[in-house]
Nanobody
Framework: QVQFVESGGGLVQPGESLRLSCTAS????????MSWYRQAPGKERDLVAG?????????NYAESVKGRFTISRDDGKNTLYLQMNSLTPEDTAVYYC?????????WGQGTQVTVST
């Protein structure tokens, strides 16, 4: 079955950086569009960034993170990354990796990112 193991969250100060990782199993990772979402307390889960197959080279970002966040993937390691720079308190949320596979959404367990002084 589809499974994800996420890591890399934590508590940082404004302006600092974090890199999130999401290692996938249970499907042919390299063939699928992968995404990062986030959910802040009391808010809906929103798309942060998405990446197509390595051959396609397509990435998409929410306006709020363009120029600060970079999504990437290592198909040899079945791992999705999110490099987050210049973090602000508004980036505080639980971050989830996601794949749409055989008609269903699959989610990681989430990793907490807190940006605070």
């Amino acid at each position: 079955q589809v499974q994800f193991v996420e890591s890399g969250g934590g508590l940082v100060q404004p302006g600092e950086s974090l890199r999130l990782s999401c290692t996938a199993s249970g499907f042919a990772f390299s063939y699928y569009y992968m995404s990062w979402y986030r959910q802040a307390p009391g808010k809906e889960r929103d798309l942060v960034a998405g990446i197509g197959t390595t051959a396609g080279g397509i990435t998409n970002y929410a306006e709020s993170v363009k120029g600060r966040f970079t999504i990437s993937r290592d198909d040899g390691k079945n791992t999705l990354y999110l490099q987050m720079n210049s973090l602000t308190p508004e980036d505080t949320a639980v971050y989830y990796c996601n794949v749409w596979f055989r008609g269903s959404d699959y989610w990681g367990q989430g990793t907490q990112v807190t940006v605070s002084t």
